[in-house]
T-cell receptor, first 113, second 110 residues
Framework: EAQVTQNPRYLITVTGKKLTVTCSQN?????MSWYRQDPGLGLRQIYYSMNVEVTDKGDVPEGYKVSRKEKRNFPLILESPSPNQTSLYFC????????????FGQGTRLTVV | AQRVTQPEKLLSVFKGAPVELKCNYSYSGSPELFWYVQYSRQRLQLLLRHISRESIKGFTADLNKGETSFHLKKPFAQEEDSAMYYCAPRRDNYGQNFVFGPGTRLSVLP
């Protein structure tokens, strides 16, 4: 089944403790992206990747890192999480081409205390 | 700067009433336009795309290049349409090309 898989689905952590949220897709998509969803603010892009080893900042990259060593994986790294990073995170992937749709993961709800 | 606006954060209508969710964009070039929907506790999914000229679940979207708008419409809203709706222009293959609007929460009342 074609899908985007995020792990974990739920995570509670403490301020400053490094964490990684994984994202994997099995559709051989070139483009992958991370978003955070906050009430009243909608979806805001954190980082995106056009292909392996090609990543760039989105609208809200501060406090986050990403890597794209393999085409299928695009982990989101929070080196030192803070409470303002408490949010719902979504990973998405798509083929190249403006007419192709994005496929989303099921979301990761992160709470930083 | 590229911008996508959805002026209503919340839109409430009664079942059977028409509904229109507004989307305006300011992009250079000619982006492709998409609408995504997120039902309660579910992941975002594609609702429809302009290029397909399709009607999905009774929804249609008209692209007005002069007004740079891509409003989503449905003549008779149903309770199961209650969800979060995001407008998403996709510009090109390079750079930050898949940016979403702030979203409109549609609530269809019985």
């Amino acid at each position: 089944e074609a899908q985007v898989t995020q792990n974990p689905r739920y995570l509670i952590t403490v301020t400053g403790k490094k964490l990684t949220v994984t994202c994997s897709q099995n559709m051989n998509h070139e483009y992958m992206s991370w978003y955070r969803q906050d009430p009243g603010l909608g979806l805001r892009q954190i980082y995106y990747s056009m292909n392996v080893e090609v990543t760039d900042k989105g609208d809200v990259p501060e406090g986050y890192k990403v890597s794209r060593k393999e085409k299928r994986n695009f982990p989101l790294i929070l080196e030192s999480p803070s409470p303002n990073q408490t949010s719902l995170y979504f990973c998405a992937s798509s083929l190249e081409g403006v007419r192709t749709e994005a496929f989303f993961g099921q979301g990761t709800r992160l709470t930083v205390v | 700067a590229q911008r996508v606006t959805q002026p209503e954060k919340l839109l409430s209508v009664f079942k059977g009433a028409p509904v229109e969710l507004k989307c305006n964009y300011s992009y250079s070039g000619s982006p492709e336009l998409f609408w995504y929907v997120q039902y309660s506790r579910q992941r975002l999914q594609l609702l429809l795309r302009h290029i397909s000229r399709e009607s999905i679940k009774g929804f249609t979207a008209d692209l007005n290049k002069g007004e740079t708008s891509f409003h989503l419409k449905k003549p008779f809203a149903q309770e199961e349409d209650s969800a979060m709706y995001y407008c998403a222009p996709r510009r090109d293959n390079y750079g930050q090309n898949f940016v979403f609007g702030p979203g409109t929460r549609l609530s269809v009342l019985p």
